[in-house]
Structure formats: C-alpha cells, structure tokens
Nanobody, 125 residues
Framework: QVQLVESGGGLVQAGGSLTLSCAASGRTTSRYAMGWFRQAPGKEREFVAGISRNALTTFYADSVKGRFTVSRENAKNTLYLQMNSLKPEDTAVYYC??????????????????WGQGTQVTVSS
C-alpha cells in the first residue's frame, strides 16, 4: 500500500514562491502517473498539474501554466510542485495523488487511487 505525504505549504505574499513535495512510502510510485490537485473552500477539487511515470510528459491547468512546474525524482519516490508568481487565487489545500492504472496523468480526480492528506497554501495580497 502506498502512503503519500505532502509538505512545503505555508503563507506567502503574492508574487512569491513555494515548492511542495510529496513523499511516497510503502510502494514505489515510479511506474505510475502522478498529479497535483487543489481545493479551495467551497469549491470542488481541481487538477493543477500531472506528470507521466518517466517524467517526459507533463500537463498543467491553464490557470497555472507558465507559473508552476511539476517534476519527480523516482529514485527518491518524490513528487514536486514548484510554484512561482503566486496569486491570492492560488490559495487552497494542495494534494498529490497517484494513478496505478496509467502511464500518463489524468485531469480527473476520480482516476487516482491514492491521495495524500494535503498541505495548505495561503497567498496574501
């Protein structure tokens, strides 16, 4: 069984940067696609970024394209999300997830099998 633990969230001013990490344990995630999602209060969970198992293919939501970068270190079983030029509308709980069935990441939360507990990102104006 895989466990995912996110870290790196916090409070940052608009225009600032944060890097989120997602450490996997219990089973390697190197053979599976992984994704980042976020959920703001009163809103549905939404796709942020995804990465294929070999890290050669990445996808981004239009709202973060050009500002966020997803990456992974399979040797460390760790997923990252570098977030630059943060905006107040990026405020949310950020979750990482892994999809056991796919090589390429889906934008649909229901396709993912295991989720982390989330890490809060708050961007002040």
């Amino acid at each position: 069984q895989v466990q995912l633990v996110e870290s790196g969230g916090g409070l940052v001013q608009a225009g600032g940067s944060l890097t989120l990490s997602c450490a996997a344990s219990g089973r390697t995630t190197s053979r599976y696609a992984m994704g980042w999602f976020r959920q703001a209060p009163g809103k549905e969970r939404e796709f942020v970024a995804g990465i294929s198992r070999n890290a050669l293919t990445t996808f981004y939501a239009d709202s973060v394209k050009g500002r966020f970068t997803v990456s992974r270190e399979n040797a460390k079983n760790t997923l990252y999300l570098q977030m630059n030029s943060l905006k107040p509308e990026d405020t949310a709980v950020y979750y990482c997830a892994t999809d056991f069935g796919e090589t390429y990441p889906s934008q649909e939360p229901t396709e993912y099998d295991v989720w982390g507990q989330g890490t809060q990102v708050t961007v002040s104006s």
